[in-house]
């Protein structure tokens, strides 16, 4: 019954170590579009412009990816959940196979 607490254990970390990443790339995304809040590059020059305008359009791209990333390691972290119960009940269903003891 050790070997079981630990993995059930071990899924729980990975469950959060999933979540703590999601935080993290929240708050990762939401600095990222802070970076350029408006036009350093020249007001009034097409170079400085166009620079931001790509820039601009570069980081809310990059913020998206880390949003989705995010997300992946919301559904990772629930994933890990289902694993973790749904091994614990397959080991609870080997016991009672094994043993010949009837499930409650």
Do not use: K
């Amino acid at each position: 019954m050790g070997e079981l607490a630990y993995e059930a254990t071990l899924w729980g970390i990975r469950g959060q170590v999933a979540r703590d990443a999601a935080r993290e790339l929240e708050e990762l995304a939401r600095a990222l579009t802070a970076v350029v809040g408006r036009n350093y590059f020249g007001v009034g020059c097409v170079e400085g412009s166009q620079l931001f305008q790509r820039l601009s359009v570069t980081i809310a791209d990059g913020s998206r990816s880390i949003q989705a990333a995010g997300q992946q390691s919301v559904h990772l972290a629930q994933q890990c959940a289902v694993a973790s119960d749904s091994l614990a009940e397959a080991d609870q269903h080997g016991q009672v196979l094994i043993s010949g003891t009837p499930e409650r």
